[in-house]
Every structure is written in structure tokens, then in C-alpha cells.
């Protein structure tokens, strides 16, 4: 991998569902992600932000700075229920429309 021809991603996204991503997180540091999304399923949605190579919980993220982890974690909790996916998109649209007032 070249990283001058190919940067790195702004965000890495990883759930874990039955195993720990743990062992990802060094791979994310070394490409120097500034941005990492992990979901485990008793703890929810937590965001990351690398500084000075390690990371660290933020409320917010950095590439959508009006989406936080609580907001991401209604969205998923909504995912859980028996809505259906039309109204889970309706609902972030209003959201999005929202932000923008």
C-alpha cells in the first residue's frame, strides 16, 4: 500500500457483533485514521478520534462534526426496534433537515 498514491480513509467503521475489533485498533494508529466508529453491542456506538497516536472517546465526530455518538446511538437503536427501514431514513432526513434551521 502506498500511502502518497492511496491515503487512508477520514473514518474507519467496525462492529463487533462476536469478536473484539481490539486487535484492529494498531492498524488504524499506524495508518494514521483520525477517525474510528465501534460498535459493541452492549456498549453502543463510541467514537474515536486519534491524538497523538492513540485514540481517544469523543462525544463528536470529526468527518460529520454535527453527529454524535448519542445521536448514532438512537439511529441504531432504532435499526433494533420494528420500524422499518423507510421510517428509519425518514427520521434521519428530518434530523439532517433540522441541523440545517
Known sequence: MNLLNDPPPDLAIEIELSSSSCRKIDIYVHLAIPELWRYIRKQGVVIYQLQNGQYQISDYS??????????????VELTASE?????IIRQVRQWVQDQRS
Not at 420500524?83 to 421510517?87: L, P, S, T, V
Open 62 to 75: 470529526l468527518a460529520l462534526p454535527l453527529v454524535s455518538a448519542t445521536q448514532l446511538n438512537q439511529w
Open 83 to 87: 420500524a422499518n427501514d423507510n421510517a
